[in-house]
């Protein structure tokens, strides 16, 4: 289906697991993003990357590694999980150009124990 | 880099009354502005944008305002339904191509 995806839908994890938080999107947009999602916080940045092989830090990406190797996925994987960690976790991708619109994923609500 | 305020967090209004979310941003290169709905357990989906050419823009029972010079923009929706409630965010887009986010305002319509 096009569109952009988010697996898995829900984690629970130990304290100081690596997990990998997958995002996939079929439209070839340049443009995606990390961002989490936590009461009170809104959706903040953590990181983001405009094209394969170019990524770069957002508001809070310390604990969170990414990479785009392909176009269409973006990883974001957390080395050693920490409760602090417990959030909704949103992917989102952009054609590349300001004024356009970004599309979310469905979300991955991970909860570390 | 950008910086969106926006006020209130939470609104309650009562089903037909009017709802009015403000954001401000401090970035003077931002020059887009989209609205997006988060219903609950769902993802944000974009309602409506502004560019800044544009001093207002409507859509049925919503409508964006931005003036430039304060920079301010506000969403208004009037004729509130029940199926308006849900967490509404505003987002200042500039040259950098990345949506700078407010906090979130939770709108309550009560039937």
């Known amino acids: 289906d096009a569109g952009i995806t988010q697996s898995p839908r829900y984690k629970i994890t130990e304290?100081?697991?690596?997990v990998t938080l997958m995002c996939h999107q079929t439209w070839s947009h340049s443009y995606m993003f990390w961002y989490r999602q936590d009461l009170g916080h809104g959706l903040r940045l953590?990181?983001?990357?405009?094209?394969?092989?170019?990524?770069?830090k957002g508001e809070v990406p310390d604990g969170y590694v990414v990479s785009r190797s392909k176009t269409e996925n973006f990883p974001l994987t957390l080395e050693s999980a920490t409760r602090?960690?417990?959030?909704v976790y949103f992917c989102a991708s952009m054609y590349q150009g300001a004024d356009t619109e970004a599309f979310f994923g469905q979300g991955t609500r991970l909860t570390v124990v | 880099g950008e910086n969106v305020e926006q006020h209130p967090s939470t609104l309650s209004v009562q089903e037909g009354d009017s709802a009015v979310i403000k954001c401000t941003y401090s970035d003077s290169a931002s020059n887009y502005f989209p609205w997006?709905?988060?219903?609950l357990g769902k993802r944000p989906q974009l309602i409506i944008d502004i560019r800044s050419n544009v001093g207002e823009k409507k859509d049925q029972r919503i409508a964006v305002t931005l003036n430039k010079t304060a920079k301010h923009f506000s969403l208004h929706i009037t004729e509130t339904q029940p199926e308006d409630s849900a967490v509404y965010f505003c987002a200042g887009v500039g040259g950098s191509y990345i949506p700078?986010?407010?906090?979130?305002?939770s709108l309550i319509v009560h039937p």
Not at chain 1, 15 to 18: E, H, I, L, W
Not at chain 2, 100 to 105: I, P, Y
């Open chain 2, 36 to 39: 997006y709905k988060q219903e």
């Open chain 2, 100 to 105: 700078t986010f407010g906090r979130g305002t």
């Open chain 1, 84 to 87: 602090s960690q417990t959030s």
């Open chain 1, 15 to 18: 304290t100081g697991r690596q």
């Open chain 1, 46 to 56: 953590i990181y983001y990357s405009a094209a394969a092989d170019i990524t770069d």
